[in-house]
């Protein structure tokens, strides 16, 4: 678990993946490093299914973290095994192979850098 400074604040991005689009998860605010502690995925529809996920940083480089990442029929997962830093300006996005059968919840922490 991460050490809270004052003036850190605790999020939740969430997203029901409707469609096979690369979505946006969550960005990381100017002026703040953001430690994602948590990205789980579940799989509500009862058919197994895939999930990529990738940073975009500020020059718009795309880095996958996960790549087909398969997620079991009604399966919840944890991605993470570690804290992910992510930088101001970066982008965490999600894409699922069939829409309508996922949805991601990350916890994250934003600090002042």
């Known amino acids: ?10 999020k939740v991005a969430r ?3 409707t469609t096979t689009n ?3 998860l969550y960005t ?6 953001s430690i994602v502690e948590s990205i ?6 009862g058919n197994a299914d895939t999930i990529n996920v990738t940073i975009t940083d500020a020059a718009s480089a795309v880095f996958n973290l996960f790549k087909l990442k398969s997620i079991s029929a009604n399966g919840t997962v944890e991605l993470l095994s570690r804290d992910l830093l992510l930088v101001a ?3 965490l996005k999600v894409q699922a192979a ?7 919840v990350a916890s994250i922490t934003e600090i002042p850098s």
Do not use: C, K, W
């Open 40 to 45: 789980i995925v579940s799989e509500d529809s």
């Open 28 to 33: 990381a605010p100017s002026r703040y490093d």
């Open 15 to 17: 997203v029901d993946l």
């Open 22 to 24: 690369n979505t946006t």
């Open 1 to 10: 678990m991460t050490a809270l400074q004052t003036s850190s604040a605790l």
């Open 98 to 104: 069939t829409a309508n059968r996922l949805h991601v």
């Open 89 to 91: 300006g970066d982008i």
